[in-house]
């Protein structure tokens, strides 16, 4: 399931120009040279299946070489949290987007980019799976001989604010990674005093949307309002009072999340109410619930209650009652 952080990164980096601005300041300038930047596109396919599933959704984009003698392929793989598995899904990436490639109509030789975006609490650490999984002095005779892949990396753990503003990106793409950055949990005092100093960026963001009908704005708002404990109308009115655009997007959004959580907030009561109330039934009835099936009452979602609950009288015991198959 995607997370908020993968969902905003990619509404900001499926535009191509808020991706293209990011990867030629990422890119070391002997690749960068040797990309004719007006071929840029997203890949027509995707390339997340079952077999290279990764939990986050992925994007590829392709550019021609200036010379017209062949492609490149980069594929973003964004990580908000330290994981073993990076290096491995990397490797998996490339030779399957290689191996795409070759089964073009008309084969064209290309080149493969791994780019990394990672922030969170730990740096990024790229290493074989293996080295992760076996003690070191078991692992090192065999980490010679296993295939390995380099890629680009934009690490935000250690970066400043001072350091993300000056990026030379285009607006929407600085918000996204000081969003990214900084936000999550942040205390809501701070939050609004980052709204506060972000204002000139965040009205740029706004003209920019206005101008080419784009939702940064939008999108922005959103993953404050997921990642985030600071209240709504605390940032709408912040909002209102540093920027010339009204909050109206941001209110489109606060709406529509608070809509959700009031729809989530009545099931989560009745589910909660359904539960206690069968517990308390089954307690009288059986006596004390063990550990397993006080869990399996906490986990259970409304339609599994109802069925024990209609079923709580015919159960000779705990195990039948909780059983998989109905009783008859």
Partial sequence: ?????????????????????????????????RLDWATLRRAEERHTDA?????????????DFVDAAGQARAFLEHRSRAAADLHDTALRYSVYLLRNAR???????????GLVLAHGQNPVVLRPRL????????????????PTIQLLTDDLT??????????????????????????????PPATLAAIARWAPLLQEVADDDRRYGSEHLGAFCDYLLQVNDTPAEDVHMTLDDNLRTPGSVF?????????????????????????????????????????????????????QLDAWTQRVLDADSLPELFADAPIQ
Avoid: C, N
């Fill in 51 to 63: 077999r290279l599933h990764t939990g986050a959704p992925d994007i590829v984009y392709v550019a």
């Fill in 131 to 146: 080295q992760a999984d076996l003690p070191a002095d078991t692992a090192a005779p065999w980490l010679p001989w296993q």
């Fill in 251 to 303: 209110m489109s959004t606060a709406d529509k999340l608070r809509e959700k959580g009031r729809v989530e907030g009545r099931v989560e009561g009745r589910v909660e109410g359904v539960a206690t109330t069968l517990h308390r039934i089954l307690t009288r009835r059986f006596g004390p619930l063990p550990a397993e099936f006080t869990a399996r009452l906490a986990g259970a979602s409304l339609d």
């Fill in 158 to 187: 250690q970066a400043t604010e001072e350091e993300l503003l000056a990026r030379p990106l285009l607006p929407a793409g600085r918000l996204m990674i000081l969003a990214l950055r900084f936000l999550p949990g942040l205390e």
């Fill in 1 to 33: 399931m995607a997370t908020p952080h993968d969902s905003y990164v990619l509404a900001t980096f499926g535009d191509t120009t808020q991706f293209a601005a990011w990867l030629r300041w990422l890119l070391p300038p002997a690749l960068a040279i």
């Fill in 103 to 113: 089964r073009q109509r008309e084969r064209v030789p290309t080149a493969v980019l």
